[in-house]
């Protein structure tokens, strides 16, 4: 391949070819120069009026370059089926809790979303800890027969 924005001499290469394979060979090359060099690129023009100098980016940019700018680590980054898949099972969640008795609904909410401990909900109900912690398990087993349906 030619240096970039420089085409080969093609008659002088292939001397014995038609007119219409020398046209191909430019064309081809002409491509071939736009994908490797001005996507990847960044140019800058001077506008010989304003004497302005401005700067095109590359269209092409590198994953890397945006992690950067964007300060995101890549390892981190979840994939759009994962993000997909969570969602889906949040809503199958909370559709399970929406099916559980009030009471039971109240119960779940505190521990797990309001962060409660079963000791303070056992002061709270007049209960012991014990019979919190026995309530909590029978609760997660309904959940989870739920979610097993799905």
Known sequence: MARPGRLPDFRKMYPEASDEIIEVLRE???KMQ???YDLKAEQTIVDQ???QIRTVPSREDSYERLLEEHNLPGDEQADVESLVL???MREQLH???RNLEEEEQDLIIQ???LDRSERDIAAELGISQKAVNKRRHKILRK???FLEKF
């Open 34 to 36: 736009y994908q490797e």
């Open 95 to 97: 559709a399970a809790i």
């Open 28 to 30: 081809t090359e002409r």
């Open 49 to 51: 009026e304003t004497q």
């Open 111 to 113: 521990l797990f979303f």
């Open 86 to 88: 969570s969602k889906m």
């Open 143 to 145: 959940l989870k027969a």
